[in-house]
């Protein structure tokens, strides 16, 4: 499961209407790819429909799909947003992660 902060929910659903998405339809796309300074990145897309082999959850009244894959990484994360001025966006607080960069946009296990 993933969870979602009450920052990042406003924030989500802020950005979702702004791209023509409906919170209450549509998913956030969470994933993870090879790159980045640790080894391993995060993905953070808009989509308005699943696969066969996707995780499908909703948390804080956000819908969010995990690929198959990339849930073995994610499950316990919480996705929180950090704005101002020294705010980074969205941050993924993974419990998995045994390593990660000064930016926190990668990670290792």
């Known amino acids: 499961m993933i969870q979602v902060s ?3 929910k406003k924030k989500v659903i802020t950005l979702m209407e702004e791209g023509g998405y409906d919170a209450s339809k549509d998913y956030v796309r969470v994933g993870v790819k090879s790159g980045g ?3 391993l990145s995060y993905e953070l897309d ?3 429909k699943t696969e ?3 995780k499908v959850f ?3 009244d956000v819908r969010i799909i995990v690929d198959k894959k990339s849930f073995l990484y994610l499950v ?3 996705l929180e947003y950090s704005g101002g001025l020294n705010g980074k966006g969205f941050v993924f ?3 998995n ?3 990660t960069c000064g930016c926190g946009e990668s990670f290792s296990l």
């Open 6 to 8: 009450e920052t990042a």
């Open 37 to 39: 300074c640790s080894g």
């Open 46 to 48: 808009f989509d308005n």
């Open 52 to 54: 066969e082999t996707d």
């Open 58 to 60: 909703e948390d804080n």
């Open 76 to 78: 316990g994360t919480t």
């Open 93 to 95: 607080n993974n419990p």
């Open 97 to 99: 992660a045994q390593r």
